[in-house]
């Protein structure tokens, strides 16, 4: 009578030893069970207990590798979050940064991707608005006659005006006629400041001149063009600020990323 050959011996079944081996049952039983030699028992039990602590490492490799992954897509979140907070545009370090292109294929269709390049787009009129407004305000400033020759009064006035209108339209009181400062320096001449801006040294009979431009050019700024522009700019940005920053503080607060990219670990 031909005798029955006996199974391949594959993982699984190494696996099925193991787990009667450490529930308690001896090498010599399960070799009885399975009518196997004890030896060959002992060594792919042996075997399956190495196959099995191979995996259990590799699990934890793949898991850390993962937390460190959605880690580092948080942090990125995060210093979006920042950047959007703040009020300059999105920093070309940030959008070029690999995690940008990882987050985004996590999120393929997050509506995050669409208003950070409006964000950009909104700063970039905004540059555009603030160098026309100084090229024109520029030329006003040198022809107004009531001013006096100096060219610091000028320029000091022209960062002053092009300061206000902006600091206006974000809906800031910015500065008026009782931030005008004068300092007697001797000699019949006067140190002039309007806020934080140095008009320079100026002859006393000038002083007057320069406030009461400056009370005229007060009335006139707020009239501006340029001015409800830049308004309507910034309230689209603070509009959008607020549903950008809230489409990432969604991301760091889950702490996990759904979606994978190419940096996945699996």
């Not at 787990?19 to 196997?36: D, L, T």
């Not at 020759?149 to 000028?154: P, R, T």
């Not at 340029?226 to 503080?249: G, H």
Request: glycine fraction near 4%; aromatic fraction near 8%.
């Amino acid at each position: 009578m031909a005798r029955k050959k006996k199974s391949e011996i594959n993982s699984q079944l190494r696996q099925r030893w193991l787990g009667k081996n450490q529930a308690g049952q001896s090498i010599f039983k399960i070799s009885v069970e399975y009518q196997r030699d004890p030896r060959t028992i002992k060594h792919h039990v042996e075997r399956a207990l190495r196959e099995k602590e191979a995996n259990e490492a590799r699990v934890i490799v793949i898991r850390d590798a993962l937390q460190n992954h959605h880690a580092r897509l948080v942090s990125y979140a995060e210093r979006l979050y920042n950047n959007v907070d703040s009020e300059d545009p999105i920093f070309p370090d940030l959008l070029e940064d690999r995690m940008y292109n990882a987050l985004k294929s996590h999120l393929p269709r997050s509506p995050l991707w669409k208003s950070l390049n409006r964000l950009n787009h909104l700063y970039e009129k905004l540059d555009e608005l603030k160098t026309r407004l100084r090229a024109k305000l520029q030329e006003e400033i040198k022809k107004d006659t009531m001013l006096p020759i100096e060219d610091s009064v000028c320029r000091g006035l022209l960062e002053a005006f092009l300061f206000q209108v902006i600091a206006w339209a974000k809906g800031h009181s910015g500065i008026s006629l009782k931030d005008f400062k004068v300092h007697t320096v001797g000699d019949g001449k006067s140190s002039v400041e309007y806020g934080n801006f140095h008009l320079g040294v100026v002859v006393d009979s000038d002083v007057n001149k320069i406030r009461a431009t400056i009370k005229g050019w007060e009335r006139k700024l707020a009239k501006r063009l340029e001015y409800d522009d830049a308004k309507a700019i910034f309230n689209q940005l603070n509009s959008l600020k607020v549903k950008t920053k809230e489409e990432l503080a969604v991301i760091f607060e889950r702490g996990i990323v759904p979606g994978s990219c190419k940096y996945c670990p699996i």
